[in-house]
């Protein structure tokens, strides 16, 4: 008889870690959703505003976005050229992959597996 009421007991314990478990899983999916929307909402204002400005802004969109790291690099590319008057930079708009954007063009933004 004491097994079966240790068997009971692991059990009951088992299904509600179980479900807790369930429920964490629920938030987590719950929390990615928000993320996701929230970059395609970053990355929808990043394209809303350079196509306000014409790519003219100062400095540029993807700058004003970038994390640490990328401003300190795009900082050093700006230095360089202050000092050399000799660009090395990729030479096109990274946002749009392109020397003269297309302004008007069809958009839509969405978040890939990948």
Aim: charged letters at 25%.
């Amino acid at each position: 008889m004491p097994t079966y009421k240790s068997l009971t007991l692991l059990l009951t314990i088992g299904l509600m870690t179980v479900g807790n478990a369930t429920a964490d899983v629920t938030k987590v999916d719950q929390k990615q959703a928000t993320m996701a929307v929230m970059k395609v909402a970053t990355i929808t204002k990043m394209y809303q505003q350079d196509i306000d400005d014409q790519g003219m802004s100062n400095p540029v969109v993807l700058q004003k976005y970038a994390d640490a790291d990328l401003q300190a690099v795009m900082q050093l590319e700006k230095n360089y050229f202050d000092k050399t008057q000799t660009s090395c930079n990729i030479d096109y708009d990274v946002l749009w992959d392109s020397q003269d954007p297309d302004y008007t063009q069809d958009k839509k933004f969405s978040i890939t597996k990948q």
